[in-house]
């Protein structure tokens, strides 16, 4: 029987490996994490991520052939194939610190690899690495030279949050980067196997290393290229007074640009999008590329304006002044249908708004814990309501900042009645009727759209 051992139980090693273990009944697939509360969450009925779909596919396979362990050297011993899926955030220290990519972690886990070995490895990158992290990785493993072979694939995940378990059935493509080798080539299709289980041969794209690596950072900068593209042509409908849904319709229906991802927002948040650009602006400036680390850099710098730019309007259409004032935020975490809140915009909105000296109000579904961590400093002048019409009473505003479906179907009479007047609404994901909510009362303000306005 294979033995899949996966290190880092995160948002994306969980839920990966547990459709893995699902769809392979003669693979045996162990997922480990030095985070022991972590472990414990992943074998209970309260799983430490909230994904729809993921109890589900969990409980199946759990004890049966997916198990979640913190004995990272067992699984280590044991394992004919490793993914590694632990963290590579964006270094805040010493050379390249706001940029490049820290990978102490990965590079622990490379150096405890080659340390508990005794039998030859696949060792797979799953987590999004800078390319050419392979052959750091692989002089790691050959530096022990135990008799031990290790070859080492680049798959990348290209999984979105809150879509994760439909995204895992039925991916676009996998993506596996190896050496052009026989023995490169043989892991390479160790890999194929496991993912043929269920994806369509066709679907599995098989690269160089280098290709592999580099093509998870372009999937990621060109998305998020999009979503800015889009935000920044919002800005211009306000001041002209075109509609950005109506533009990125019209644009969409060109076939060769596509209907998706072209949604104007109060701004791209998650855990990739900003950190894989900075990695990829800190690449290009490595090999002295500087015009394209500037190209790419605009990405990000185009969703910080259209962060702070949601916060200016708010200030500016509320007579200038928002000192004293109750502003109830719908929504905290990145997107809908996940409680994951890094890189949020709610986080910098929150922080504006509060510099601004507004009492905020959060209310999320699933997001209001991270939520109180990630503003932990500043706690004291915030408050956290999971119930939205609590959240809404006696504000002056409600800001809408993530999608959630549930937000669409309030009773917002109730929530105008409860407000002061005059009271306003900014919809930073264009998400609710504006128009009956003009027609109850709201001064509506949207991304991208005339506002709808009583006075
Ligand atoms: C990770 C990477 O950050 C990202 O670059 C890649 O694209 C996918 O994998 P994610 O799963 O969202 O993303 O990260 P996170 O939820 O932070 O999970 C990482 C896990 O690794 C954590 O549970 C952490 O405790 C664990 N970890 C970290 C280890 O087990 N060992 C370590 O040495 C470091
Ligand atoms: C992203 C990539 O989609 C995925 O392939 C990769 O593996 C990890 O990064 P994720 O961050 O989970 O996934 O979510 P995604 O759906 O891509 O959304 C990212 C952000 O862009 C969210 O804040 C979302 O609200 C925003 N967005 C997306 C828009 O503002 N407008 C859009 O049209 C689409």
């Known amino acids: 029987?294979?033995?899949?051992?996966?290190?880092?139980?995160?948002?994306?090693?969980?839920?990966?490996?547990?459709?893995?273990?699902?769809?392979?009944?003669?693979?045996?697939?162990?997922?480990?994490?030095?985070?022991?509360?972590?472990?414990?969450?992943?074998?209970?009925d309260n799983l430490p991520i909230y994904e729809p779909g993921l109890d589900e596919v969990v409980k199946e396979a759990r004890g049966r052939n997916l198990f979640f362990s913190t004995d990272v050297d067992k699984g280590i011993a044991e394992a004919d194939i490793i993914f590694v899926s632990v963290n590579t955030p964006t270094k805040t220290f010493g050379h390249g610190a706001g940029c490049a990519a820290d990978l102490q972690f990965w590079e622990k886990c490379a150096r405890r690899i080659l340390e508990v070995s005794t039998t030859d490895k696949i060792v797979v990158e799953k987590s999004t690495l800078p390319v050419r992290t392979a052959a750091a990785m692989e002089r790691i493993l050959e530096s022990g030279k135990k008799?031990?072979?290790?070859?080492?694939?680049?798959?990348?995940?290209?999984?979105?949050?809150?879509?994760?378990?439909?995204?895992?059935?039925?991916?676009?493509?996998?993506?596996?980067?190896?050496?052009?080798?026989?023995?490169?080539?043989?892991?390479?299709q160790a890999l194929v196997d496991v993912y043929a289980a269920w994806v369509p041969k066709e679907r599995i794209l098989t690269t160089n290393l280098w290709s592999s690596e580099l093509s998870k950072l372009t999937a990621n900068a060109f998305l998020a290229q999009r979503v800015s593209s889009i935000n920044s042509i919002s800005a211009l409908c306000e001041a002209t007074e075109a509609d950005v849904g109506e533009v990125a319709h019209a644009i969409g229906t060109d076939s060769r640009i596509g209907p998706k991802f072209l949604k104007a927002s109060v701004g791209f948040g998650g855990s990739c999008f900003k950190k894989d650009i900075l990695n990829l602006v800190y690449l290009c400036q490595t090999y002295g590329l500087t015009e394209v680390a500037e190209y790419w850099h605009q990405v990000v710098k185009m969703n910080e304006y259209q962060e702070r730019r949601f916060v200016a309007r708010m200030l500016k259409e509320m007579f200038n002044t928002i000192a004293g004032k109750r502003i109830a935020l719908l929504g905290f975490a990145f997107k809908a249908d996940t409680g994951d809140t890094r890189e949020s915009p709610a986080i910098l909105i929150t922080r504006e708004l509060l510099a601004e000296n507004a009492e905020v109000i959060i209310t999320d579904p699933q997001a209001l814990e991270h939520a109180k961590i990630d503003l932990a400093d500043v706690a004291e002048h915030v408050t956290f309501e999971p119930d939205p019409y609590k959240a809404a009473e006696g504000a002056h505003a409600v800001a809408l900042l993530t999608e959630w479906k549930e937000y669409k179907t309030l009773d917002y009479q109730k929530i105008f009645d409860s407000m002061v007047q005059p009271a306003f609404l900014f919809d930073g994901r264009n998400h609710l009727d504006h128009a009956a909510l003009h027609e109850i009362g709201f001064n509506v303000y949207s991304i991208g759209k005339a506002p709808l306005k009583h006075i």
């Not at 080492?152 to 039925?170: C, H, R």
Request: glycine letters at 10%.
């Open 147 to 188: 008799g031990v072979r290790f070859d080492v694939l680049s798959n990348p995940e290209f999984l979105a949050e809150g879509t994760a378990i439909a995204d895992l059935d039925n991916p676009d493509r996998i993506l596996i980067g190896g050496h052009p080798t026989p023995e490169g080539q043989k892991a390479v």
């Open 1 to 44: 029987m294979t033995k899949i051992l996966c290190i880092g139980a995160g948002y994306v090693g969980g839920p990966t490996m547990a459709m893995i273990a699902k769809k392979n009944l003669d693979v045996e697939v162990t997922v480990v994490d030095i985070n022991q509360q972590r472990i414990d969450e992943w074998n209970s």
